[in-house]
C-alpha cells in the first residue's frame, strides 16, 4: 500500500493552471525525486502535500488520512509528513535547541524534560549535538539546514518533504546536508524531495520524476529516467541529445 | 495685586504636569489593549472583523484629535449624559493611540518572513499557537522602537485636552498665565516641561533602535 497517494491533483493559480492532473504514489521507505524546470509546478505539488497551498481537484491521501482544508484534518496531515525549506525558516529567536523544542512542546504538549532530550538526540543525529545553545545567527547555512532537518525529525513525521533544500547554500555546504539526507533514507525514511542535484538524485533516489508544464512528464527508476530520456523535454533538461 | 514668584509658578506647573503624566500613561497604556485587540481584528481570518477594524482604524487616523475630544465631551451630552472633562479626555486618547498602535503593530507583525508562517505551520501548529509562540515574539522585538517613538505624540496629545478644561499641563499654563501676566515666562516653562518628557521617550526609543537591530541584523 502506498504512504502517499496523490491521485488527479489539479491545482490553479487565477487562470493559470500549474498542476494539470497529477497522479503519484510514494510506497513506504522510498525516495523520490522530482525534478524539472522552475515553473514545472514541482515545487507547488509537494507545498500541497503539505497542505501549504489547497487544491482544487483530486485526492491527496497520507497515510489514510485525507488531506482537506480545515485545521483539525491539516494538523493531522502535518503531523504525518514533516517539510524542510529552501530557506530553512528556522526561528531567529530561540537557539537551535529551542528550534527543535518548540513544536514538541506547543503541538505535542510533550513535557519540557522529554523535549530537550529528544531535542539533543535529533541535533546529535544530524551532527549538531555541540551547537545546541547557539542562535540560528551563529550557525551556517549548512547547520541552520540541519537543525531545520532535525526540527522536523523530532516530530516523528512518516514522511519528509524537502523543497530544494541545497539551493539556497553555498557550494561547499551541500555536501553535509546532502549526506544527513542520505542517512535518512539508509534508514527507511521516506522522502519527496525537488532538488537540482542530478547526481544524488541517480545514487539515492529510488524513483525519479520529471515535471513539465504541470504533469508528470517521465518516471521511472533513476538508472531508466537519466540513462534513457524517452522525450525531448527531458533530453533538453539533462542536457543531453 | 499679588505678586508670583517664580518658585510659584514652576510649582503650579509642576503640580499639573502630574496630570499630564497620568493621562499620558492612562491613554498609551488602554490604548494598547484597545490597539491589540483591533490588530488581531484586523490580521485575524473573519472578514467582517478586518473591515471593522480596518474602519475604525481609519476614521480615527483620518479626524483630528481635537474633533475626537469634542465629540466624546459634548457628544454624550445631547443625550443628557453628563461626561466630566477627565473623562472624555481619557476615552478620546485611548481609542485615538489605539487606532495608531494598531496599524504601527500591524506592520511590524507583516514584516515577519512568510517562511516563519510555513515552517510553523508545517509543524503543525494552529494560528493562535504561530503567533503566541514565532510571530509575536519576532513582531515585538521590531515593534519597541516605533512604539515607544509613538508614546511621544500621546504625550504631546494631552495638551490639546486643554481645550475641554482638564487641567493638566497646558491648561494650568494658561491659568496661571492670567494670573501672572507673564506668558512668555509661563509657557516657556510648560514648553521645557513638555520637552522633559518627550526627549527621554524619544531618546530611548532611538537607542532601542539601534539595540534591537544588531540582534536582529540576519533578518
Redesign the interface.
Known amino acids: 500500500m502506498s504512504l502517499i497517494a496523490i491521485t488527479e491533483v489539479k491545482k490553479r493559480f487565477g487562470d493559470n493552471e500549474v498542476l494539470k492532473g497529477i497522479s503519484i504514489d510514494v510506497a513506504p521507505g522510498e525516495v523520490v525525486a522530482i525534478i524539472g524546470k522552475s515553473g514545472s509546478g514541482k515545487s507547488t505539488l509537494l507545498r500541497c502535500i503539505?497542505?501549504?497551498e489547497t487544491i482544487d481537484e483530486g485526492s491527496i491521501v497520507v497515510a489514510g488520512a485525507q488531506f482537506l482544508p480545515d485545521?483539525v484534518h491539516?494538523?493531522a496531515l502535518?503531523?504525518k509528513v514533516?517539510?524542510i525549506?529552501q530557506?530553512f525558516?528556522?526561528?531567529?529567536?530561540l537557539t537551535a535547541g529551542g528550534n527543535v523544542m518548540?513544536?514538541q512542546m506547543?503541538?505535542?504538549k510533550t513535557p519540557k524534560k522529554d523535549a530537550e532530550a529528544v531535542a539533543r538526540k535529533m541535533l546529535d543525529r544530524v551532527g549538531l549535538a555541540h551547537k545546541f545553545d547557539a542562535l540560528?545567527?551563529e550557525l551556517s547555512g549548512g547547520q541552520q539546514q540541519r537543525v531545520?532537518i532535525a526540527?522536523?525529525l523530532a516530530?516523528q513525521p512518516i514522511a519528509l518533504l524537502c523543497d530544494e533544500i541545497t539551493s539556497a547554500l553555498d557550494p561547499e555546504l551541500v555536501a553535509e546536508v546532502l549526506a544527513v539526507v542520505k542517512e535518512l533514507a539508509a534508514e527507511g525514511m521516506t522522502l519527496v524531495m525537488v532538488t537540482h542535484e542530478m547526481r544524488f538524485a541517480r545514487d539515492v533516489c529510488s524513483r525519479v520524476v520529471f515535471m513539465h508544464q504541470g504533469r508528470v512528464h517521465e518516471i521511472g527508476a533513476p538508472e531508466d529516467v537519466f540513462a534513457n530520456p524517452r522525450t525531448p523535454e527531458l533530453r533538453q533538461f539533462l542536457g543531453v541529445q | 495685586m499679588t505678586e508670583f514668584s517664580f518658585w510659584d509658578i514652576l510649582r503650579n506647573l509642576l503640580l499639573a504636569a502630574r496630570w499630564t503624566v497620568v493621562l499620558s500613561l492612562v491613554s498609551f497604556i488602554g490604548g494598547g489593549i484597545v490597539g491589540a485587540a483591533l490588530l488581531f481584528l484586523r490580521i485575524g481570518g473573519q472578514r467582517w472583523a478586518r473591515l471593522l477594524s480596518r474602519g475604525y482604524i481609519q476614521l480615527f487616523q483620518g479626524t483630528p484629535l481635537l474633533m475626537q475630544l469634542f465629540l466624546a465631551f459634548f457628544g454624550l451630552g445631547l443625550f443628557g449624559i453628563d461626561v466630566p472633562a477627565w473623562l472624555a479626555a481619557c476615552v478620546a486618547l485611548i481609542l485615538w493611540t489605539a487606532a495608531f498602535l494598531a496599524e504601527i503593530w500591524r506592520g511590524c507583525v507583516e514584516s515577519i518572513?512568510k517562511?516563519?508562517w510555513?515552517?510553523?505551520?508545517?509543524?503543525?501548529?494552529?494560528?493562535l499557537?504561530q503567533m503566541r509562540?514565532?510571530i509575536l515574539?519576532?513582531a515585538l522585538?521590531v515593534a519597541v522602537p516605533p512604539t515607544v517613538g509613538f508614546s511621544v505624540q500621546v504625550v504631546k496629545g494631552t495638551a490639546l485636552t486643554s481645550i475641554i478644561g482638564f487641567v493638566e499641563l497646558s491648561k494650568a499654563g494658561s491659568i496661571v498665565t492670567n494670573a501672572t501676566f507673564q506668558p512668555f515666562t509661563v509657557y516657556g516653562l510648560v514648553a521645557l516641561i513638555y520637552f522633559a518628557l518627550c526627549w527621554p521617550l524619544s531618546k530611548s526609543s532611538q537607542l532601542l533602535e539601534r539595540k534591537l537591530n544588531v540582534a536582529?541584523?540576519?533578518?
Not at chain 2, 536582529?216 to 533578518?219: A, L, Q, Y
Open positions: 503539505n497542505g501549504l485545521e491539516l494538523k502535518r503531523l514533516g517539510m525549506f530557506q525558516n528556522l526561528f531567529p529567536h518548540l513544536s506547543v503541538v505535542k540560528p545567527d531545520a526540527r522536523a516530530m | 518572513a517562511g516563519q510555513e515552517a510553523s505551520a508545517s509543524l503543525g501548529m494552529g494560528y499557537q509562540y514565532v515574539p519576532q522585538k536582529h541584523r540576519n533578518h
